[in-house]
């Protein structure tokens, strides 16, 4: 991923050097108007360090949307849902502010809602929900957050600035995961954002979405406004980002699953990346991407909870253990093609082609010299993708898999993790993955009933002295053809 302007040193759109402190706050840091309040008493604490604020929608506004959108699509009656989900919001707005400015933001909440509605009917009239206009429905999320943190802020006494993402986030026009145009970006960011936080106000902007060059509303994909965030603090050499959240921080494992799982106070930009990828849902996954680029330190932090350190995310760590985390990426299928011709750039193509067209995402891939060995997340299409390619490839697959990634500085380089797992794991069936591109990850396949136990088994072994449940063991669903490797 190429970045434009690689010459421009932080300060030069005003006259301060400093380097701002950029905030991201997610859905559940500004669910109601008591996380908004614990907000707000962050943001003081950084009030010396020019913080720039980026939000999430409210916990749960996102999904909301989209389902009003569904509904809207299938012609069912939309009314009753928008004014719950107006009320919501007006309510959260009538605990923050009053007089003027509660009048004032109530009218910005009640235009918002309006364009919303107009844009259900147009969809209801359509019978169709697309990319484009899907964009355009979860933008509301975000446009309505974010104004009120600046309304809220404004309360409080903080001078707050509200800049419309989609005035400095420009993307290619992919609906549903646009990628950012980089020159532009940055170009946009230093001149609309850069001198707000010179002149000592606080900008906040909505995460998630952008716009094309001609001003046709995008998203980053879910999750984006970690991303957001990145590309923010990257533009403007931001002394470091924080992403705020529900959780004290990337933890050894998902808690849900291992209740031992502890906090890692530092990983490297490498390790959390693989994390992500794999499965770990504190970051999106091409959130570091701008971070690592500008060599800018990520933190991650609990609102509910500002004492706690959080983790570190950076490139220099100190590595005391073998694994440092473990990931479970579930819902996954091993799908085995043997092309009737050979494996060229055509067959390739015409493979990602059906593949992308039937939202199927491509985990990983092994090459043989008459087969191709793919990993995949969305199995129910399947069936369909191998009909389309029925002329070119016998396609099998076997599905109800999942992967699991443990995470270390060079681990692939330490031989006694590999027979530290499969000594673990020495009843349950599973397969290690070719090398990927880091040193620092090592995954394997497993069956999806035995993710649950792969993990826990681990982490006793890694992480504590403590003896796992032991969960029965049961076979996959094997529709067709082979297993993986």
Not at 31 to 43: C, K
Not at 353 to 381: F, P
Not at 429 to 449: I, T
Request: with cysteine.
């Amino acid at each position: 991923m190429e970045y434009a302007d690689s010459s421009f040193e932080p300060g030069c759109w005003g006259r301060s050097s400093r380097r701002p402190v950029v905030m991201k706050f997610g859905g559940t840091s500004v669910a109601d108007a008591a996380a908004i309040r614990r907000l707000l008493e962050i943001v003081l604490s950084r009030a010396s360090e020019s913080p720039i604020i980026v939000v999430s929608a409210m916990a749960g506004v996102t999904d909301e949307l989209l389902a009003l959108g569904r509904a809207a699509a299938a012609g069912e009656s939309t009314q009753d849902r928008t004014e719950n989900f107006c009320a919501r919001h007006l309510e959260v707005v009538g605990q923050l502010v009053a007089g003027d400015q509660l009048f004032a933001l109530q009218k910005m909440v009640q235009a918002e809602i309006e364009s919303l509605r107009e844009l259900l009917a147009e969809m209801s009239s359509e019978r169709q929900l697309t990319l484009r206009s899907q964009d355009r429905l979860l933008s509301v999320g975000e446009c309505l957050s974010s104004q009120i943190v600046v309304a809220a802020l404004h309360s409080a006494g903080i001078k707050a600035v509200h800049i419309d993402a989609r005035n400095c986030i420009l993307t290619n026009d992919r609906h549903g995961e646009a990628g950012p145009l980089w020159e532009e970006t940055n170009h946009c960011i230093r001149k609309l954002v850069g001198p707000q936080s010179e002149a000592a106000l606080v900008p906040v902007l909505g995460g998630f979405i952008a716009a094309t060059r001609s001003g046709v509303p995008t998203t980053l994909g879910r999750g984006g406004s970690d991303f957001t965030a990145a590309i923010v603090g990257a533009a403007l050499f931001a002394s470091r980002i924080e992403i705020w959240t529900d959780v004290d921080g990337i933890m050894t494992t998902d808690p849900n699953i291992c209740p031992d799982a502890h906090l890692v106070p530092e990983i490297s930009f490498d390790e959390a990346a693989q994390l992500a990828y794999f499965g770990a849902k504190v970051l999106h996954p091409a959130t570091l991407v701008p971070a690592v680029r500008e060599n800018i330190p990520v933190y991650v932090r609990n609102s509910r909870n500002p004492k706690a350190a959080g983790t570190k995310i950076s490139h220099a760590v100190q590595h005391p253990g073998e694994v440092d985390a473990i990931a479970a990426k579930h819902n996954i299928a091993s799908l085995e093609i043997k092309p009737l011709g050979p494996i060229d750039s055509e067959l390739l193509a015409s493979l990602y082609s059906v593949l992308d067209r039937y939202h199927c995402t491509v985990e990983l891939m092994s090459c043989s010299r008459n087969r191709l060995s793919l990993l995949v997340s969305s199995a129910d299409s399947l069936p369909a993708v191998a009909a389309e390619l029925e002329d070119l490839a016998e396609v099998g697959w076997e599905n109800h898999k999942a992967l699991i990634c443990l995470v270390g500085e060079s681990i692939r380089r330490k031989p006694e993790v590999t027979q530290r797992i499969y000594s673990e794991l020495g009843d349950t069936e599973l397969h290690l993955l070719p090398q990927s591109g880091s040193e620092n990850s090592m995954s394997f396949l497993v069956e999806e009933s035995r993710a649950q136990y792969s993990v826990q088994r681990l982490h006793n072994a890694f992480f504590s002295a403590k003896s796992p449940a032991v969960f029965p063991r049961s076979k996959s669903l094997c529709q067709a053809g082979e297993s993986w490797l």
